[in-house]
């Protein structure tokens, strides 16, 4: 709506809309009516203060209002004005009010949903707090109470072997020691499930490290079980990173362990682990000749308890790239892999 205001306040002038917003007729305007009658009274003060700085000429913005129609139902209300002049003087101010109202209801709208987002995400941290204290809990239950009965299996077994062996059926020893094998990997199976579920809580403590020297820390740990196998490992240099040492070895370690494993077949294995620069990120590699795989099955990879090769032989409990992605999600990285049948796979990762 236009209106125009005299110097005292009183409203000269509206157009037709101004009669539909607030109710009053012509009439009623002939005889008299202010700015202050439809404004309610807690902003009188301000609003008076705006009308005399208009009056003086100065600059002002538009100013919001929360005023009061005929029948005493609320409007809110943006006004924008500048003075009137006449014959070299100002004469009164002449603006134009925009009804706001549905925009301050949305607006009312969105801050009680921010509020009772805010209240579920509460509820919801509380939720996964008590989550995580249960996991814990099981976690705990798992490495005592699994670990316990596994240990007597293998023991008694042992005992089976070493006093009896000599003396029970061939097929019988080999049962023996199938039940020790399987306890074993059902231990190292725990190891992995533990650790997984160990990656989203563990704190994440970021520096400035060497990821070469991290990754021969970490290729120091299959020394014995490479010894007399062909290996042609090469680490080039690569920038510094920000990134938590401990749970970036805990990835070079699991990288390098499926390059070992999967180039045992190789006469001469050959592993490399580097960095390249792409669109102004750093991409770490490890890359390796083994038997690769299908890329139809790279879904798989990050999954936990997802093996995409069948062969028994190569060992594994399908847990050790889901740690991987993991450990490199809570880095705000991102993990990847090429690779082709025969020729060999390179794992792919970024930090952020």
């Not at 009312?108 to 919801?124: A, G, H, K, Q």
């Not at 390059?259 to 490399?272: C, N, S």
């Not at 069948?310 to 809570?330: F, K, N, Y």
Request: proline content about 3%; some cysteine.
């Amino acid at each position: 709506m236009i209106f125009e205001v005299d110097l005292n306040g009183r409203i000269t002038y509206v157009n037709e809309s101004a009669y539909q917003i607030f109710g009053y007729n012509p009439g009623e305007l002939e005889k008299g009516i202010t700015i202050f009658q439809i404004i309610v009274p807690e902003e009188h003060e301000q609003a008076l203060i705006n009308l005399e700085e208009s009056i003086e000429g100065k600059k002002t913005e538009g100013a919001e209002y929360n005023m009061v129609r005929k029948d005493g139902s609320n409007l809110n209300a943006m006004v924008y004005s500048s003075p009137i002049m006449r014959e070299g003087a100002i004469a009164g101010i002449r603006g134009i009010l925009v009804d706001i109202t549905q925009l301050k209801k949305v607006e009312d709208d969105i801050r009680r949903l921010n509020e009772e987002l805010e209240i579920r995400v509460t509820e919801r941290t509380r939720d996964l707090e008590m989550a995580n204290r249960e996991l814990d809990s099981f976690s705990y239950s798992v490495s005592h109470d699994l670990r316990a009965p596994l240990r007597a299996i293998d023991g008694f077994s042992m005992i089976l072997l070493q006093e009896y062996g000599k003396t029970l059926p061939k097929e019988i020893v080999s049962y023996l020691e199938k039940i020790r094998e399987n306890t074993r990997r059902m231990s190292i199976l725990i190891d992995d499930l533990l650790n997984f579920s160990r990656m989203s809580r563990v704190p994440l403590n970021r520096f400035l490290v060497d990821p070469s020297s991290i990754v021969r820390e970490a290729y120091e740990e299959f020394r014995l079980e490479t010894a007399g196998r062909q290996i042609d490992l090469v680490i080039k240099e690569m920038p510094p990173c920000s990134a938590d040492p401990a749970l970036l070895n805990h990835v070079y370690t699991n990288l390098l362990s499926n390059a070992l494993k999967f180039t045992r077949g190789r006469d001469v294995a050959r592993i490399e682990v580097g960095s390249y620069v792409k669109d102004i990120t750093t991409v770490y590699y490890v890359k390796d000749n083994g038997i690769g795989f299908d890329m139809k099955y790279a879904n798989k990879l990050f999954r936990v308890f997802q093996r995409i090769h069948d062969d028994p032989s190569i060992e594994g409990t399908g847990v050790g790239l889901a740690i991987v992605e993991r450990i490199i999600h809570r880095h705000g990285g991102r993990v990847w892999a090429k690779s082709v049948p025969g020729e060999g796979t390179t794992f792919f990762f970024t930090l952020g």
